[in-house]
Protein backbone atom coordinates (compact mmCIF):
# COMPACT_ATOMS: atom_id res chain seq x y z
CA UNK A 1 0.00 0.00 0.00
CA UNK A 2 1.52 3.26 -0.97
CA UNK A 3 1.20 6.26 1.36
CA UNK A 4 -0.30 8.71 -1.66
CA UNK A 5 -3.07 6.55 -1.53
CA UNK A 6 -3.86 8.18 1.58
CA UNK A 7 -4.33 11.64 0.38
CA UNK A 8 -7.61 13.73 0.92
CA UNK A 9 -10.44 12.49 -2.59
CA UNK A 10 -10.61 15.20 -4.84
CA UNK A 11 -14.60 15.17 -4.94
CA UNK A 12 -17.28 12.65 -4.30
CA UNK A 13 -16.80 11.32 -7.93
CA UNK A 14 -13.60 9.96 -6.83
CA UNK A 15 -14.67 9.14 -3.28
CA UNK A 16 -17.56 6.94 -4.91
CA UNK A 17 -15.00 5.47 -7.03
CA UNK A 18 -12.44 4.76 -4.24
CA UNK A 19 -15.77 2.99 -2.26
CA UNK A 20 -16.61 0.75 -5.09
CA UNK A 21 -13.14 -0.34 -6.09
CA UNK A 22 -12.52 -1.34 -2.46
CA UNK A 23 -15.97 -3.41 -2.85
CA UNK A 24 -14.43 -5.18 -5.42
CA UNK A 25 -11.08 -5.35 -4.11
CA UNK A 26 -12.59 -6.29 -0.92
CA UNK A 27 -15.01 -9.10 -2.75
CA UNK A 28 -12.46 -11.53 -3.95
CA UNK A 29 -9.86 -11.42 -0.74
CA UNK A 30 -8.90 -14.89 0.00
CA UNK A 31 -8.50 -14.95 4.12
CA UNK A 32 -10.27 -13.67 6.67
CA UNK A 33 -6.46 -11.66 8.00
CA UNK A 34 -6.13 -10.41 4.61
CA UNK A 35 -9.91 -9.19 4.38
CA UNK A 36 -10.05 -7.68 7.86
CA UNK A 37 -6.52 -5.85 7.22
CA UNK A 38 -7.46 -4.27 3.84
CA UNK A 39 -10.90 -2.91 5.27
CA UNK A 40 -8.91 -1.54 7.80
CA UNK A 41 -7.28 0.23 5.01
CA UNK A 42 -9.62 0.80 3.11
CA UNK A 43 -11.56 2.81 5.91
CA UNK A 44 -8.45 4.77 6.27
CA UNK A 45 -7.70 5.97 2.61
CA UNK A 46 -11.80 7.01 2.60
CA UNK A 47 -12.28 8.75 5.59
CA UNK A 48 -8.50 10.23 5.51
CA UNK A 49 -7.73 9.19 8.71
CA UNK A 50 -4.40 8.27 10.05
CA UNK A 51 -6.13 5.26 12.45
CA UNK A 52 -8.64 2.91 11.50
CA UNK A 53 -9.68 -0.26 13.85
CA UNK A 54 -12.05 -3.17 13.66
CA UNK A 55 -13.55 -4.59 16.81
CA UNK A 56 -15.41 -8.01 16.56
CA UNK A 57 -17.93 -9.20 19.27
CA UNK A 58 -18.26 -12.90 20.20
CA UNK A 59 -21.79 -13.69 20.38
CA UNK A 60 -21.16 -16.63 22.73
CA UNK A 61 -18.76 -14.52 25.44
CA UNK A 62 -19.58 -10.90 24.48
CA UNK A 63 -15.91 -10.28 24.26
CA UNK A 64 -14.35 -7.25 21.57
CA UNK A 65 -11.56 -8.04 20.07
CA UNK A 66 -9.46 -5.82 17.54
CA UNK A 67 -9.42 -7.88 14.68
CA UNK A 68 -7.59 -5.51 12.10
CA UNK A 69 -5.61 -1.76 12.60
CA UNK A 70 -4.71 0.02 10.29
CA UNK A 71 -1.91 2.58 11.74
CA UNK A 72 0.92 3.39 9.17
CA UNK A 73 3.40 5.34 12.33
CA UNK A 74 3.55 1.90 14.21
CA UNK A 75 3.95 -1.31 13.01
CA UNK A 76 0.85 -3.70 14.29
CA UNK A 77 2.85 -5.68 16.13
CA UNK A 78 3.92 -2.59 18.25
CA UNK A 79 2.49 -0.86 21.38
CA UNK A 80 -0.89 0.52 21.79
CA UNK A 81 -3.81 -1.53 21.03
CA UNK A 82 -3.47 -5.21 21.77
CA UNK A 83 -4.98 -7.88 19.30
CA UNK A 84 -5.20 -10.03 22.17
CA UNK A 85 -7.21 -7.73 24.63
CA UNK A 86 -10.85 -8.06 25.59
CA UNK A 87 -12.13 -4.47 24.85
CA UNK A 88 -15.68 -4.66 26.01
CA UNK A 89 -14.96 -2.50 29.06
CA UNK A 90 -14.38 0.27 26.91
CA UNK A 91 -16.96 3.06 27.76
CA UNK A 92 -16.60 4.48 23.96
CA UNK A 93 -16.98 1.54 22.42
CA UNK A 94 -19.89 -0.25 24.59
CA UNK A 95 -21.57 2.93 23.69
CA UNK A 96 -21.68 2.51 20.16
CA UNK A 97 -22.51 -1.50 20.42
CA UNK A 98 -24.89 -1.16 23.08
CA UNK A 99 -26.93 2.01 21.54
CA UNK A 100 -26.42 1.22 18.34
CA UNK A 101 -25.47 4.54 17.53
CA UNK A 102 -22.34 6.42 15.46
CA UNK A 103 -20.30 8.62 17.58
CA UNK A 104 -18.40 11.44 15.42
CA UNK A 105 -16.63 13.35 17.94
CA UNK A 106 -13.66 16.55 17.62
CA UNK A 107 -11.81 17.92 20.19
CA UNK A 108 -11.24 14.31 22.25
CA UNK A 109 -8.94 16.44 24.55
CA UNK A 110 -12.05 18.14 25.73
CA UNK A 111 -14.65 14.73 25.57
CA UNK A 112 -16.13 13.12 28.51
CA UNK A 113 -15.24 9.51 26.46
CA UNK A 114 -11.77 7.76 27.76
CA UNK A 115 -9.94 7.06 24.46
CA UNK A 116 -6.88 6.23 26.41
CA UNK A 117 -7.31 2.40 24.50
CA UNK A 118 -5.82 4.36 21.48
CA UNK A 119 -2.59 3.84 20.74
CA UNK A 120 -0.10 6.54 21.67
CA UNK A 121 0.67 8.87 18.63
CA UNK A 122 3.36 11.63 18.08
CA UNK A 123 0.46 14.25 17.70
CA UNK A 124 -2.68 13.95 20.04
CA UNK A 125 -5.83 12.47 18.42
CA UNK A 126 -7.91 15.29 17.93
CA UNK A 127 -11.07 13.84 15.53
CA UNK A 128 -12.92 10.37 15.99
CA UNK A 129 -15.99 8.41 14.21
CA UNK A 130 -16.99 5.19 16.06
CA UNK A 131 -19.90 2.82 13.99
CA UNK A 132 -22.11 -0.06 15.29
CA UNK A 133 -21.77 -3.19 12.27
CA UNK A 134 -25.26 -4.70 12.19
CA UNK A 135 -24.37 -8.34 11.28
CA UNK A 136 -26.76 -11.48 11.06
CA UNK A 137 -30.45 -11.58 12.61
CA UNK A 138 -30.18 -7.60 12.96
CA UNK A 139 -27.66 -8.20 15.81
CA UNK A 140 -24.39 -6.35 16.61
CA UNK A 141 -21.36 -8.26 15.10
CA UNK A 142 -18.39 -5.18 16.04
CA UNK A 143 -17.86 -1.33 16.09
CA UNK A 144 -15.53 0.20 13.53
CA UNK A 145 -13.78 3.13 14.20
CA UNK A 146 -11.67 5.75 12.92
CA UNK A 147 -9.45 8.66 14.18
CA UNK A 148 -7.68 11.57 13.02
CA UNK A 149 -4.61 13.98 14.74
CA UNK A 150 -6.71 16.93 12.91
CA UNK A 151 -9.79 18.23 13.81
CA UNK A 152 -12.06 17.26 11.21
CA UNK A 153 -15.27 16.57 10.91
CA UNK A 154 -15.86 12.79 10.00
CA UNK A 155 -20.12 11.76 10.40
CA UNK A 156 -20.51 11.91 6.45
CA UNK A 157 -18.75 9.42 6.37
CA UNK A 158 -20.29 6.93 8.79
CA UNK A 159 -23.13 5.78 5.90
CA UNK A 160 -20.99 4.77 3.66
CA UNK A 161 -19.02 3.04 6.03
CA UNK A 162 -21.44 1.35 7.64
CA UNK A 163 -22.36 -0.20 4.19
CA UNK A 164 -18.42 -1.42 3.74
CA UNK A 165 -18.36 -2.67 7.39
CA UNK A 166 -21.43 -4.72 6.81
CA UNK A 167 -20.46 -6.26 3.74
CA UNK A 168 -17.11 -7.07 5.20
CA UNK A 169 -18.74 -8.81 8.31
CA UNK A 170 -20.95 -11.10 6.10
CA UNK A 171 -17.61 -11.54 3.92
CA UNK A 172 -15.71 -12.79 7.25
CA UNK A 173 -18.36 -15.06 7.94
CA UNK A 174 -18.14 -16.38 5.08
CA UNK A 175 -14.54 -17.24 4.72
CA UNK A 176 -14.77 -18.60 8.45
CA UNK A 177 -17.18 -20.77 8.13
CA UNK A 178 -15.05 -22.29 4.73
CA UNK A 179 -11.58 -22.41 6.87
CA UNK A 180 -13.66 -24.86 9.07
CA UNK A 181 -14.46 -27.44 6.39
CA UNK A 182 -11.69 -29.33 5.57
CA UNK A 183 -9.99 -30.73 2.45
CA UNK A 184 -12.24 -30.14 -1.12
CA UNK A 185 -15.68 -30.73 0.60
CA UNK A 186 -17.17 -28.59 2.77
CA UNK A 187 -19.37 -31.06 5.15
CA UNK A 188 -21.87 -28.78 6.40
CA UNK A 189 -24.10 -30.42 9.21
CA UNK A 190 -24.55 -27.36 11.19
CA UNK A 191 -28.61 -25.91 11.46
CA UNK A 192 -29.18 -22.80 9.21
CA UNK A 193 -29.29 -19.35 10.91
CA UNK A 194 -32.87 -18.18 11.06
CA UNK A 195 -33.31 -14.55 10.56
CA UNK A 196 -36.70 -13.27 12.75
CA UNK A 197 -40.72 -15.31 12.89
CA UNK A 198 -38.64 -18.52 11.29
CA UNK A 199 -37.37 -17.12 8.17
CA UNK A 200 -34.31 -18.74 7.11
CA UNK A 201 -31.71 -16.26 5.29
CA UNK A 202 -29.94 -13.02 6.68
CA UNK A 203 -29.24 -11.14 3.59
CA UNK A 204 -30.45 -7.72 3.73
CA UNK A 205 -33.52 -8.01 1.14
CA UNK A 206 -34.47 -11.01 3.97
CA UNK A 207 -33.93 -8.30 7.03
CA UNK A 208 -36.00 -5.66 5.00
CA UNK A 209 -38.99 -8.62 4.53
CA UNK A 210 -38.60 -9.30 8.46
CA UNK A 211 -38.52 -5.89 9.72
CA UNK A 212 -41.88 -5.67 7.60
CA UNK A 213 -43.60 -8.50 9.13
CA UNK A 214 -42.88 -6.72 12.29
CA UNK A 215 -44.30 -3.89 11.67
CA UNK A 216 -48.09 -5.20 10.56
CA UNK A 217 -47.76 -8.90 12.78
CA UNK A 218 -49.57 -7.04 15.93
CA UNK A 219 -52.08 -4.94 14.05
CA UNK A 220 -55.18 -5.96 12.41
CA UNK A 221 -54.44 -4.61 8.40
CA UNK A 222 -54.96 -6.84 5.65
CA UNK A 223 -51.42 -7.53 4.30
CA UNK A 224 -50.81 -8.26 0.31
CA UNK A 225 -47.92 -10.34 -0.12
CA UNK A 226 -46.29 -9.87 -3.82
CA UNK A 227 -43.78 -11.67 -5.54
CA UNK A 228 -42.83 -14.00 -8.44
CA UNK A 229 -44.25 -17.44 -8.02
CA UNK A 230 -41.97 -19.92 -5.65
CA UNK A 231 -40.70 -16.63 -3.42
CA UNK A 232 -42.45 -18.15 -0.48
CA UNK A 233 -45.88 -16.02 -0.16
CA UNK A 234 -47.64 -18.90 2.14
CA UNK A 235 -44.09 -19.32 3.90
CA UNK A 236 -44.39 -15.77 5.10
CA UNK A 237 -47.67 -15.60 5.66
CA UNK A 238 -47.78 -18.82 8.32
CA UNK A 239 -44.85 -16.61 9.92
CA UNK A 240 -46.87 -13.39 10.51
CA UNK A 241 -50.32 -15.75 11.67
CA UNK A 242 -47.58 -17.36 13.99
CA UNK A 243 -46.46 -14.08 15.45
CA UNK A 244 -49.11 -12.69 15.77
CA UNK A 245 -52.50 -12.56 18.44
CA UNK A 246 -54.35 -15.62 16.60
CA UNK A 247 -51.92 -17.88 16.66
CA UNK A 248 -53.70 -19.94 18.58
CA UNK A 249 -56.72 -19.78 16.19
CA UNK A 250 -56.95 -21.77 12.89
CA UNK A 251 -54.45 -20.28 9.68
CA UNK A 252 -56.80 -21.52 6.47
CA UNK A 253 -55.23 -21.34 2.72
CA UNK A 254 -57.22 -21.12 -0.09
CA UNK A 255 -55.70 -21.15 -3.70
CA UNK A 256 -58.57 -19.09 -5.40
CA UNK A 257 -56.58 -20.46 -8.65
CA UNK A 258 -57.79 -24.42 -7.87
CA UNK A 259 -62.13 -23.86 -8.02
CA UNK A 260 -64.17 -22.65 -10.62
CA UNK A 261 -66.00 -20.15 -9.24
CA UNK A 262 -69.50 -21.57 -8.69
CA UNK A 263 -67.35 -23.92 -6.48
CA UNK A 264 -64.99 -20.92 -5.20
CA UNK A 265 -67.76 -18.90 -3.89
CA UNK A 266 -69.90 -22.02 -1.61
CA UNK A 267 -66.05 -23.29 -0.55
CA UNK A 268 -65.44 -19.50 0.85
CA UNK A 269 -68.64 -18.35 2.35
CA UNK A 270 -70.45 -21.90 2.76
CA UNK A 271 -74.34 -22.84 2.11
CA UNK A 272 -77.54 -23.46 3.34
CA UNK A 273 -79.55 -26.65 2.90
CA UNK A 274 -81.39 -26.65 -0.41
CA UNK A 275 -79.35 -23.93 -1.66
CA UNK A 276 -78.61 -25.44 -4.84
CA UNK A 277 -78.73 -29.25 -6.47
CA UNK A 278 -76.68 -31.59 -4.16
CA UNK A 279 -77.01 -29.91 -1.35
CA UNK A 280 -78.05 -31.90 1.33
CA UNK A 281 -77.06 -30.42 4.69
CA UNK A 282 -75.21 -26.80 5.74
CA UNK A 283 -71.92 -26.49 4.83
CA UNK A 284 -69.37 -23.81 6.94
CA UNK A 285 -67.29 -21.96 4.01
CA UNK A 286 -63.74 -21.48 4.81
CA UNK A 287 -64.72 -17.64 6.65
CA UNK A 288 -66.78 -19.72 9.24
CA UNK A 289 -63.72 -22.03 9.52
CA UNK A 290 -60.95 -19.11 10.12
CA UNK A 291 -63.14 -17.40 12.48
CA UNK A 292 -61.30 -16.00 15.31
CA UNK A 293 -57.68 -16.56 12.92
CA UNK A 294 -56.20 -15.86 9.56
CA UNK A 295 -57.25 -16.98 5.74
CA UNK A 296 -54.70 -16.81 3.19
CA UNK A 297 -56.33 -16.54 -0.37
CA UNK A 298 -53.30 -17.24 -2.32
CA UNK A 299 -53.85 -16.54 -6.18
CA UNK A 300 -55.99 -13.62 -5.57
CA UNK A 301 -55.44 -12.11 -8.60
CA UNK A 302 -57.57 -15.47 -10.20
CA UNK A 303 -60.19 -14.56 -8.17
CA UNK A 304 -63.42 -14.33 -10.68
CA UNK A 305 -65.05 -10.47 -10.43
CA UNK A 306 -68.83 -11.85 -9.30
CA UNK A 307 -66.73 -12.73 -6.11
CA UNK A 308 -64.27 -9.66 -5.70
CA UNK A 309 -67.81 -7.58 -4.48
CA UNK A 310 -68.57 -10.01 -2.03
CA UNK A 311 -64.83 -10.27 -0.79
CA UNK A 312 -64.99 -6.56 -0.24
CA UNK A 313 -67.81 -6.53 1.50
CA UNK A 314 -66.09 -8.99 3.99
CA UNK A 315 -63.53 -6.78 4.29
CA UNK A 316 -65.49 -3.38 4.98
CA UNK A 317 -68.34 -5.42 7.13
CA UNK A 318 -66.86 -8.51 8.68
CA UNK A 319 -69.46 -10.53 7.57
CA UNK A 320 -70.50 -12.93 5.13
CA UNK A 321 -74.09 -14.48 4.02
CA UNK A 322 -73.94 -18.54 2.88
CA UNK A 323 -75.45 -19.46 -0.18
CA UNK A 324 -79.04 -19.84 0.45
CA UNK A 325 -78.99 -17.88 3.47
CA UNK A 326 -81.43 -15.15 4.48
CA UNK A 327 -79.21 -13.03 6.30
CA UNK A 328 -75.77 -12.48 7.24
CA UNK A 329 -73.13 -13.28 10.33
CA UNK A 330 -70.67 -11.65 11.56
CA UNK A 331 -67.09 -13.67 11.01
CA UNK A 332 -63.68 -12.36 12.54
CA UNK A 333 -60.91 -13.51 10.06
CA UNK A 334 -57.94 -11.68 9.33
CA UNK A 335 -57.33 -11.74 5.64
CA UNK A 336 -53.85 -12.46 4.31
CA UNK A 337 -53.92 -12.06 0.47
CA UNK A 338 -50.85 -13.02 -2.11
CA UNK A 339 -49.80 -13.01 -5.78
CA UNK A 340 -47.28 -13.40 -8.60
CA UNK A 341 -49.92 -11.41 -10.88
CA UNK A 342 -49.73 -7.15 -11.05
CA UNK A 343 -52.56 -6.19 -9.69
CA UNK A 344 -52.01 -2.88 -10.50
CA UNK A 345 -51.92 -3.80 -14.42
CA UNK A 346 -55.24 -5.77 -13.97
CA UNK A 347 -57.23 -2.78 -12.64
CA UNK A 348 -55.86 -0.64 -15.50
CA UNK A 349 -57.48 -3.60 -18.07
CA UNK A 350 -60.73 -3.82 -15.95
CA UNK A 351 -60.09 -7.71 -14.73
CA UNK A 352 -60.01 -6.11 -10.73
CA UNK A 353 -61.69 -4.39 -9.24
CA UNK A 354 -59.37 -1.03 -8.29
CA UNK A 355 -61.47 -0.92 -4.94
CA UNK A 356 -60.73 -4.35 -3.48
CA UNK A 357 -56.97 -3.76 -4.49
CA UNK A 358 -56.38 -0.79 -2.44
CA UNK A 359 -58.23 -2.60 0.85
CA UNK A 360 -56.13 -5.54 -0.03
CA UNK A 361 -53.57 -3.79 -0.75
CA UNK A 362 -53.20 -2.05 2.85
CA UNK A 363 -49.89 -2.83 3.95
CA UNK A 364 -48.24 -4.46 0.86
CA UNK A 365 -44.85 -6.69 1.44
CA UNK A 366 -43.17 -7.39 -1.95
CA UNK A 367 -40.59 -11.03 -1.50
CA UNK A 368 -37.68 -10.75 -2.83
CA UNK A 369 -36.58 -13.15 -5.56
CA UNK A 370 -33.94 -15.92 -4.72
CA UNK A 371 -31.44 -14.28 -6.88
CA UNK A 372 -31.86 -10.89 -4.89
CA UNK A 373 -31.03 -12.65 -1.82
CA UNK A 374 -27.30 -12.23 -1.68
CA UNK A 375 -25.80 -15.51 0.49
CA UNK A 376 -29.46 -17.35 1.67
CA UNK A 377 -28.81 -19.75 -0.74
CA UNK A 378 -26.29 -21.80 0.38
CA UNK A 379 -28.64 -21.69 4.17
CA UNK A 380 -31.24 -22.77 2.52
CA UNK A 381 -29.84 -25.51 0.57
CA UNK A 382 -28.28 -26.83 4.01
CA UNK A 383 -31.89 -26.52 5.22
CA UNK A 384 -33.64 -28.30 2.98
CA UNK A 385 -30.77 -31.22 2.90
CA UNK A 386 -31.65 -31.34 6.99
CA UNK A 387 -34.84 -31.52 6.13
CA UNK A 388 -34.70 -34.06 3.52
CA UNK A 389 -32.31 -36.35 5.37
CA UNK A 390 -34.77 -36.36 8.37
CA UNK A 391 -37.39 -37.41 6.13
CA UNK A 392 -36.07 -40.25 4.84
CA UNK A 393 -34.21 -41.64 7.88
CA UNK A 394 -30.66 -41.19 7.11
CA UNK A 395 -27.47 -39.18 8.06
CA UNK A 396 -26.88 -35.50 7.14
CA UNK A 397 -24.62 -34.97 4.04
CA UNK A 398 -22.23 -32.66 3.33
CA UNK A 399 -21.34 -30.76 0.39
CA UNK A 400 -18.88 -30.65 -2.27
CA UNK A 401 -16.88 -26.82 -2.60
CA UNK A 402 -17.85 -27.33 -6.47
CA UNK A 403 -21.47 -28.29 -5.68
CA UNK A 404 -21.84 -24.85 -3.63
CA UNK A 405 -20.03 -23.11 -6.09
CA UNK A 406 -22.72 -24.04 -8.56
CA UNK A 407 -25.85 -23.23 -6.42
CA UNK A 408 -24.37 -19.91 -5.70
CA UNK A 409 -24.27 -19.13 -9.20
CA UNK A 410 -27.57 -20.01 -10.53
CA UNK A 411 -29.83 -18.03 -11.00
CA UNK A 412 -33.26 -19.62 -10.01
CA UNK A 413 -35.75 -19.18 -12.10
CA UNK A 414 -38.32 -20.64 -9.77
CA UNK A 415 -36.95 -19.16 -6.69
CA UNK A 416 -36.95 -21.04 -3.37
CA UNK A 417 -39.54 -23.56 -4.77
CA UNK A 418 -36.74 -24.37 -7.22
CA UNK A 419 -34.18 -25.07 -5.22
CA UNK A 420 -35.88 -27.31 -2.69
CA UNK A 421 -36.88 -29.37 -5.47
CA UNK A 422 -33.59 -29.34 -6.64
CA UNK A 423 -32.18 -30.33 -3.26
CA UNK A 424 -34.54 -32.82 -2.16
CA UNK A 425 -33.73 -34.27 -5.66
CA UNK A 426 -29.96 -34.41 -4.78
CA UNK A 427 -30.10 -36.13 -1.66
CA UNK A 428 -31.86 -38.85 -3.19
CA UNK A 429 -29.04 -39.13 -5.34
CA UNK A 430 -26.19 -38.82 -3.13
CA UNK A 431 -24.96 -42.13 -2.37
CA UNK A 432 -21.62 -41.38 -0.40
CA UNK A 433 -23.11 -38.66 2.33
CA UNK A 434 -21.27 -35.81 -0.21
CA UNK A 435 -23.09 -33.59 -2.24
CA UNK A 436 -21.50 -33.30 -6.01
CA UNK A 437 -22.34 -31.14 -8.79
CA UNK A 438 -23.37 -34.20 -10.76
CA UNK A 439 -26.30 -34.93 -8.31
CA UNK A 440 -27.64 -31.11 -8.74
CA UNK A 441 -27.78 -31.72 -13.11
CA UNK A 442 -27.00 -28.51 -13.25
CA UNK A 443 -24.73 -27.50 -16.70
CA UNK A 444 -22.11 -24.98 -15.70
CA UNK A 445 -23.01 -23.02 -18.90
CA UNK A 446 -26.56 -21.98 -17.60
CA UNK A 447 -24.41 -20.88 -14.08
CA UNK A 448 -21.95 -18.70 -15.17
CA UNK A 449 -24.06 -15.15 -16.17
CA UNK A 450 -25.51 -15.47 -13.17
CA UNK A 451 -22.03 -14.38 -11.82
CA UNK A 452 -21.67 -11.27 -13.60
CA UNK A 453 -25.00 -10.62 -12.73
CA UNK A 454 -24.38 -11.00 -8.63
CA UNK A 455 -21.66 -8.97 -8.73
CA UNK A 456 -23.13 -6.29 -11.04
CA UNK A 457 -26.10 -6.19 -9.11
CA UNK A 458 -23.59 -5.44 -5.71
CA UNK A 459 -22.18 -2.67 -7.73
CA UNK A 460 -25.64 -1.34 -8.53
CA UNK A 461 -26.26 -1.65 -4.53
CA UNK A 462 -23.13 0.49 -3.75
CA UNK A 463 -23.57 3.22 -6.46
CA UNK A 464 -27.33 3.45 -4.49
CA UNK A 465 -26.33 4.00 -1.51
CA UNK A 466 -23.97 6.75 -2.82
CA UNK A 467 -26.45 8.31 -4.80
CA UNK A 468 -29.06 8.22 -1.88
CA UNK A 469 -26.76 9.45 0.46
CA UNK A 470 -25.94 13.04 -1.99
CA UNK A 471 -29.54 13.44 -2.51
CA UNK A 472 -30.36 13.40 1.25
CA UNK A 473 -27.74 15.80 1.94
CA UNK A 474 -28.64 18.40 -0.65
CA UNK A 475 -32.51 17.83 0.22
CA UNK A 476 -33.19 16.41 -2.75
CA UNK A 477 -32.18 18.45 -5.17
CA UNK A 478 -30.99 16.60 -8.41
CA UNK A 479 -29.37 20.06 -9.91
CA UNK A 480 -26.93 20.38 -6.64
CA UNK A 481 -26.68 16.75 -6.38
CA UNK A 482 -25.33 16.39 -10.37
CA UNK A 483 -23.41 19.39 -9.96
CA UNK A 484 -21.23 17.75 -6.74
CA UNK A 485 -20.91 14.06 -8.24
CA UNK A 486 -19.45 15.75 -11.12
CA UNK A 487 -22.43 14.54 -13.33
CA UNK A 488 -24.68 15.99 -16.38
CA UNK A 489 -28.13 16.56 -15.09
CA UNK A 490 -29.45 14.14 -17.51
CA UNK A 491 -26.78 11.36 -16.60
CA UNK A 492 -27.86 11.84 -13.27
CA UNK A 493 -31.72 11.34 -13.89
CA UNK A 494 -31.13 8.12 -16.04
CA UNK A 495 -28.95 6.48 -13.07
CA UNK A 496 -31.76 7.43 -10.58
CA UNK A 497 -34.46 5.82 -13.04
CA UNK A 498 -31.68 3.02 -13.75
CA UNK A 499 -31.80 2.18 -9.94
CA UNK A 500 -35.55 2.69 -9.58
CA UNK A 501 -34.75 5.45 -6.81
CA UNK A 502 -38.19 7.30 -6.84
CA UNK A 503 -38.32 11.05 -8.05
CA UNK A 504 -40.69 11.75 -5.69
CA UNK A 505 -38.45 11.42 -2.85
CA UNK A 506 -36.61 14.70 -3.83
CA UNK A 507 -37.72 17.98 -2.25
CA UNK A 508 -36.60 21.50 -2.87
CA UNK A 509 -35.47 21.03 -7.08
CA UNK A 510 -34.48 23.92 -8.79
Given at each position: ???????????P?D???????W????G???????????????????SA??????????????????A???????PP????A??????KN?Q?L??????S????L??????V?D?G?????T???Q????????????Q???????????????A?Y??S???LG??V?N??A???????????LK????T?V??A?????N????D??C??I??V?????T???????????E??????H???P???????????????E??LE??L??????????????????????H?GT??????????????????????????????????H???????????R??T??V????F???????????????????Q??????Q???H??????A??GRA???WS???????S????P?????????????V?????????????L?S?G?????????????????????????????R??????????????????????????PF????G??
Amino acid sequence: MTDDLFTHLPSPLDYAAALLGWFARLGVAGDESTLAEDFAAAVAQLSACELSQLYLLDQATGRLDLAAQYFPERPPSGDGANPATDFKNEQLLQYVLGQSRVLNLIELDSSVYDTGFLPAATLPWQSLLCVPLPGQGKQMSGVLLCASQRAMELAGYGASLVQLGCFVVNQLAMLRRMRRSSGALKVVRSTPVASAYGLIGNSTAMDETCRLIGKVVHSPYTVLLRGETGTGKEVVARAIHAAGPRSNKAFVVQNCAAFPEGLLESELFGYRKGAFTGAERDYAGLFDTAHGGTLLLDEIGDMPLSLQAKLLRVLQEGEIRPLGANTAHKVDVRILAATHRDLTGMVAEGSFREDLYYRLAQFPIELPALRQRDGDVLQLARHFADKACAMLGRAPVGWSSAALDQLSSHSFPGNVRELKCMVERAVLLCDDDVILPTHLLLSSGLAAPAVDATFRQRMERVERVVLIDCLRKNRGNRTRTARELGLARRTLLYRLARLDIPFGDARGEC
